[in-house]
């Protein structure tokens, strides 16, 4: 592809008029937005920003929840060849100010009262910022200063401003910034990765390779817009393929949102499949002795089917009848769970589980998972529904190479790549060395092609007995348990591995329940001595898979899971090591006492 994201979303605008581009929920209900309601208000909005004197090359953030007004300012800012910034609605106000300063935008749309107030709280150290912008229909009191969304879409457009962008659209490049996506800061300061039109649209067309998608399709809005895989997955895939892009109400009431819309695809990470996961296993384990069997009896069958496509093998004409069986008697149930017509789920961030790979399989929706990064846009390699190995990363996506340097560090090349990093050259010379992208992972390549990651080259902790320890793998590993949320592993110069285990909650509060045990209190809760040794005997279980240098010899639960507000993770969940470190090093000390 070579045409930019603002004239393809134009066209598709001519081309879909009667046709539903966006559905936003409603007092409990969704209503469409059209296509030509979608292009009329990216239009207004793009004219309005001329009048407020938005200039080529200047920097629109973008700080708010997902919503129809985040497309409408992305295109609008794109349209104009201005440059994109988002910032994950929940950063708080250093992280914020970081971007903005470091960017220097100098227009930011917000979605709500606290992410205004945020932006009032910093505003005098933000020289270059000239116009917020509310997504709400009203400013109230002190943020009265701002401008809405509403108030700018009622204007007119007058001729000048009409003509002014059409003239910037048509001269906007392949090659033109669209966007700076910061790194999340997982072991330094945020990067602006500087994304092109070519650099998107070329991962948009690299995707819809692997993956069937049209017009008739509709994906739900779950991730952050602010990272790259919501954002080129669902929103610039939907502007390619003219589809209908759908907004969750909130993370809270996703499963609800998808019973209403019924969607054909929607992202998700690992997490999330993991829990919906454990929490089919667990409903279905405290059901009725028969029912147990039919299910367990159809997921082996499903697995077993799954197991040799993964193998290119034949499925014998038995094994397809079972298959046909166990579908009809309980995989069609499962997929009325997700709205009944959805057709696959795309994922990334971190390391699935083969079990959870296969089981999705099983039941008819596929999990699309594979490796990314900001740098490369998002999609690197991917599992395909006919190409795919449980426990791997997936194929290289058409126009991607992978080479795996002599240090084991995954490098990318292709049009994907990333222009560099903004106001950091470098850093952008030492990550693009040799024509390659430098990804920092670690990783090889099996003999039949497909990536596995072992680990982040950063991340890899070394044990005062020299012995090298993948974090990521244990802590995956140990996630599996419907009773731990998150997990921190020890062991960088110490003389055994440990843990810092965020219990979840939820399932230990039922636990509690059930087994009569009295708190007042989470971290009273998490002292008693029946859930420490409920604990380790989840631990255990993940020892036993492990070789004996790697095993966790010791653990703390703690009062209160990690949060990205209080610093401790990235935006898509990833812990900062370091901080964790910092902040709880006098209990990580008392381990090794």
């Not at 080529?56 to 953030?61: C, K, T, Y």
């Not at 390779?209 to 809005?221: E, F, H, I, P, Q």
């Not at 090889?444 to 982040?456: F, N, P």
């Amino acid at each position: 592809m070579t045409e930019n994201i603002a004239s393809l979303f134009m066209g598709q605008v001519e081309s879909n008029k009667g046709q539903p581009a966006l559905r936003r929920k409603k007092d409990g209900r969704y209503i469409d937005i059209m296509w030509e309601a979608y292009g009329r208000n990216v239009r207004k909005l793009s004219c309005s920003l001329l009048n407020l004197g938005l200039k080529e090359g200047d920097r629109v953030a973008i700080y708010s929840y997902n919503c129809p007004e985040w497309a409408y300012m992305d295109l609008a800012a794109l349209s104009l060849r201005a440059v994109v910034v988002p910032i994950y609605f929940k950063s708080n106000a250093p992280q914020v100010e970081f971007i903005l300063r470091d960017s220097k935008t100098s227009l930011i749309m917000v979605g709500n009262e606290s992410q205004l107030a945020t932006i009032n709280s910093i505003r005098d150290r933000l020289p270059d910022l000239k116009n917020v912008i509310f997504v709400g229909e009203k400013v109230l009191g002190s943020h009265a200063m701002a401008l809405t969304v509403s108030s700018l879409l009622a204007g007119d457009a007058g001729k000048a401003e009409a003509a002014e962008l059409e003239r910037r659209i048509g001269e906007i490049s392949p090659d033109d910034i669209a966007t700076l996506v910061y790194t999340s800061g997982t072991t330094g300061e945020p990067k602006g990765v500087m994304l092109s039109h070519k650099n998107l649209l070329a991962n948009v067309g690299s995707d819809l390779t692997a993956v069937s998608m049209g017009k008739g399709d509709v994906g739900l809005s779950f991730l952050p817009t602010s990272h790259v895989l919501d954002r080129v997955v669902v929103h610039y895939m939907n502007i390619v393929i003219g589809g209908t892009i759908a907004y969750a109400g909130s993370l809270e009431s996703v499963l609800e949102d998808i019973q209403l819309v019924r969607p054909t695809a929607m992202c998700g990470v690992p997490r999330m499949f993991e829990k919906i996961y454990s929490g089919i296993f667990d409903r279905i384990n405290s059901g009725p002795g028969l029912q147990k069997k039919l299910f367990h009896w159809a997921v082996a069958t499903g697995s077993a089917v799954v197991t040799r496509h993964a193998a290119k093998k034949p499925v014998s004409p038995w094994l397809k009848l079972n298959y046909a069986l166990a579908d009809a008697l309980v995989f069609v149930k499962i997929r009325k769970l997700f709205g009944g017509k959805m057709k696959l789920f795309a994922s990334g961030g971190a390391h699935l589980q083969e079990e959870i790979d296969i089981f999705f399989r099983a039941i008819g929706i596929p999990i699309m998972h594979g490796y990314g990064l900001t740098e490369a846009t998002c999609t690197v390699t991917l599992n395909t529904r006919t190409d795919f190995k449980p426990g791997t990363l997936g194929l290289p996506l058409p126009g991607v190479k992978i080479s795996i340097a002599e240090d084991g560090e995954i490098l990318v090349s292709g049009d994907l790549v990333m222009k560099g990093y903004y106001n950091r050259p470098e850093d952008s010379a030492e990550t693009l060395a040799g024509g390659w992208l430098h990804t920092g992972d670690m990783g090889y390549i099996d003999g039949q092609g497909y990536l596995v990651m072992t680990d982040r080259k950063k991340d890899i902790l070394v044990t005062s007995g020299g012995k090298n320890i993948s974090p990521q793998r244990l802590e995956t590993l140990l996630c599996v348990s419907r009773f731990i949320e998150q997990a921190v592993i020890i062991a960088e110069r110490r003389r055994f591995v440990s843990a810092l285990i965020g219990p979840d909650f939820l399932q230990l509060k039922q636990y509690c329940t059930g087994a009569g045990i009295e708190y007042s209190t989470p971290g009273e809760m998490v002292k008693k001595p029946e859930i420490i040794k409920l604990y380790e005997a989840e631990v255990d279980k993940v020892n036993s898979k492990l070789d004996s240098f790697e095993k966790i010899k010791s653990f703390v639960l703690m009062p209160q899971e990690l949060t990205a507000e209080a610093g401790e993770l990235t935006y898509t969940l990833k812990v900062k090591r370091r901080v964790v470190d910092e902040k709880y090093r006098a209990i990580i000390d008392e381990i090794y006492e």
